[in-house]
């Protein structure tokens, strides 16, 4: 039954009444003294046809609204989203049983079921997902090859405020329950509004594979140095067969090596290749790994990308330290390590003299701006100097130089006050307590996305790594950042003040470490959670990253990663300076992403960062292939910039490191959000659990008078009949 109401959206107003009121009176007094022959009601007849046709004028002012409201009784609108992520594409079952169908495949058979078993009893919608989600018509629809990384959360989160649908008496989700990014699913469905009933697809104990986790390598070499490989394998029940690791560079094997597989639970094996680069630039190598004596049912997380910068020649370093401690001993151990490094170190003896350790640059502190100009960074321990030389070292890093300011034994108490201190990215606000004891790191928002504490290709694992490193003692001085610093690291305690961070300085960049102690983190070098080290990659990425404003570029954009894996965002990062060399703002710019034949596949606009002179980028997952990019930059002050670059989309990606599905974090889901779980098999219980097939609804449907034809003819239709009543009694 259809009930009908008249609102209004404005109320009358003062001068509404008054414009009613004058309306009435000239009704009136049009008539009033009418001196043609016609009877008194003709009279009042037409004054209100006038009546009416004025108050026809004022009657849309108030912006009448009218409610038809109707209640009907229809199917049930029920939601079914479909994973398509990239773990989708693995097999329904694994080993020799049941048939060769894609867990996407095994999905659009149940939901042609569902569609026969169910389209009477509720109103299904149908959509696909990946991080975002999209609305298909029918099964076939569904997209056929599985691709993207999981966002259970985040898709579901969108899908219950698409209006597309209106309101939704219930949510199906089949997926595997693999989630890989965004949002935890639990607390999305906590506060969802209607219950979320799952079903998992999938084997949910692993089967046979062979993966390779992780590769370790330099990402920069010189010519003529060997290069180290560490590559990672997890083996799934193949305890004691071979394998073979191969490295190619295009089509070319350099390195190869057969071994035996020791894990059959997933345990990490580390394998160690070398191999001699012949040319200088950025090189390719492809990690394969292969059973010699079987055939692995899962290869596509058999393969890794590395690229590797080989430089010409190596570049120096100058680690100065007066008092050395067990930190200068991990350092010097740490960089000798490295075959693109050629490192010098100073220290003082007992009476003050100056020992040269490694190549022997210089004999003592560099006696003019000539002998540091033959460095690329200095690592600077402690309260170092040389009275009335440290403008040189300043001079060095504003023309492209980087500096490592280490704690070291004796702290920074009065370096702040020289002229050294201008190049402190900090400030120190006083001595600490005594009774200060050793304190935790973790990671920072900044430091989460950043290359130099990024350990991990998994920002998650990176971050779980940190926070297990054994504490190590705070700066003796608290301390801030300033300025334009980027910190990376804090302290996990309450002054939460900067551990670690960076900054630029003229040309160069500057970099200070905010503690001592630091070589007990060797003790916790890997994590049983990733097998990653710790210490040694974060000290070499970071006196790397000092390295590179000796190119002198104002105009810094770079690729995040030479590699990305597939599913995962590609991004951006650009770090602009004007004419002196000042962080600069109000920039203009894009990058276009080419692929292999060089052809637009993306065009991404510089978004700038809450840090005055850095801008980013990032785009949806891409196709696995080769890219290059192309940066369009337009300064305030200058013409368009161009730089270019290459990366990489290798084809594994997290989602195919877990090869089986997670029934438990789907039913998390499901007990949350107060639903239920199902089988993929017993559609019938699942429609018993949903129970709901009829729903009553409201339909509220309003018409706007005040912007109707229908008033328009109203008043048309009041003057016409005015005027043709006046013409028939002899009005004018």
Request: charged fraction near 25%; hydrophobic fraction near 40%.
């Amino acid at each position: 039954m259809e009930s009908t109401s008249l609102r209004f959206l404005s109320h009358p107003t003062v001068w509404w009444w008054i414009g009613l009121a004058l309306a009435a009176a000239a009704g009136v007094w049009t008539y009033y003294r009418l001196r043609a022959p016609i009877s008194p009601g003709w009279v009042w007849v037409l004054r209100c046809l006038r009546l009416g046709a004025l108050g026809l004028v004022l009657f849309p002012l108030l912006e009448p609204v009218l409610n038809l409201v109707g209640n009907r009784s229809g199917p049930a609108p029920l939601l079914v989203m479909v994973d398509g992520s990239q773990s989708m594409g693995l097999r329904a079952r694994s080993g020799d049983e049941g048939p060769e169908e894609s867990r996407l495949e095994a999905a659009r058979k149940v939901v042609k079921e569902m569609r026969a078993a169910w389209g009477s009893d509720y109103d299904l919608h149908l959509s696909t997902f990946a991080r975002h989600v999209e609305l298909v018509g029918h099964p076939d629809s569904l997209p056929r090859l599985a691709a993207g990384s999981t966002a259970l959360g985040d898709a579901l989160e969108e899908a219950l405020t698409v209006p597309a649908m209106g309101t939704l008496s219930g949510v199906v989700l089949l997926s595997d329950g693999v989630n890989t990014a965004g949002k935890d699913p639990t607390v999305v469905a906590r506060n969802s509004p209607v219950p979320v009933y799952t079903l998992c697809l999938g084997d949910t104990v692993p089967g046979k594979d062979l993966l390779i986790r992780q590769i370790q390598t330099n990402p920069e070499v010189t010519l003529g140095e060997t290069l180290p490989f560490s590559v990672t394998l997890e083996a799934w029940g193949q305890e004691g067969r071979q394998a073979r690791l191969d490295i190619t560079e295009g089509a070319e094997i350099v390195a190869s090596r057969t071994v035996v597989l020791t894990g059959d639970h997933g345990e990490a094996q580390d394998v160690r290749l070398e191999v001699q680069p012949r040319r200088p630039g950025l090189l390719l190598y492809t990690i394969r790994a292969a059973l010699l004596d079987a055939e692995d049912p899962l290869p596509m997380n058999n393969e890794r990308l590395a690229a590797v910068d080989v430089r010409e020649r190596a570049r120096r370093l100058l680690v100065i330290d007066a008092n050395p401690s067990w930190d200068f001993t991990f350092v010097k151990r740490t960089l000798e390590a490295d075959s693109s490094l050629v490192a010098t170190f100073l220290v003082q003896d007992l009476v003050g003299r100056w020992r040269v350790l490694g190549a022997p640059a210089v004999s003592g502190w560099p006696a003019d701006l000539t002998q540091w100009r033959q460095f690329s960074a200095v690592l600077l321990s402690g309260e170092v100097g040389a009275a009335g030389r440290e403008q040189d070292l300043v001079r060095f890093v504003e023309e492209g130089g980087g500096l490592f300011f280490l704690h070291g034994s004796k702290g920074w108490a009065n370096l702040p006050k020289g002229r050294l201190g201008d190049l402190l990215p900090l400030k120190t606000k006083g001595p600490r307590p005594r009774n200060t004891g050793p304190a935790a790191v973790r990671l920072t928002e900044s430091g989460q996305v950043d290359p130099l504490t990024l350990i991990h290709e998994n920002p998650l694992r990176a971050a779980l790594l940190w926070s297990g490193l054994p504490p190590i003692w705070p700066a003796a001085e608290r301390t801030e950042a300033k300025p334009g610093a980027r910190v990376l690291l804090r302290w996990d305690d309450t002054s939460a003040e900067p551990a670690f961070l960076v900054a630029g300085y003229g040309k160069g960049r500057v970099a200070a470490l905010a503690g001592q102690g630091i070589w007990r983190w060797i003790f916790v070098a890997r994590s049983s959670a990733s097998g990653s080290p710790v210490a040694e990659p974060f000290l070499r990425q970071t006196v790397r990253w000092l390295m590179e404003p000796s190119t002198q570029d104002r105009f810094q954009v770079v690729a995040a990663r030479k590699v990305f894996q597939s599913g995962e965002q590609v991004e951006f990062e650009a770090r602009l300076r004007d004419a002196v060399y000042e962080p600069l703002s109000g920039a203009r710019g894009e990058i276009v992403i080419r692929d292999e034949e060089g052809r637009p596949v993306r065009t991404l606009p510089l978004i700038p960062t809450p840090r005055i002179g850095e801008y980013e980028a990032r785009t949806e997952p891409l196709a696995p292939g080769a890219y290059r990019f192309e940066a369009r930059i337009s300064p305030a002050d200058d013409g368009q910039q161009i730089r270019e670059g290459r990366f990489w989309i290798e084809p594994t990606g997290v989602e195919v490191f877990r090869t089986w599905s997670d029934p438990r974090g789907l039913e998390a889901v499901a007990r949350a959000s107060g639903g239920g779980v199902g089988d993929p098999e017993d559609l019938p219980e699942l429609r018993r659990l949903i129970k709901d097939t009829r729903r009553r609804t409201q339909d509220v449907r309003q018409a706007e008078i005040w912007n109707h034809w229908i008033l328009f003819a109203s008043f048309v239709l009041l003057l016409g009949a005015e005027w043709f009543l006046r013409r028939r009694r002899g009005l004018a």
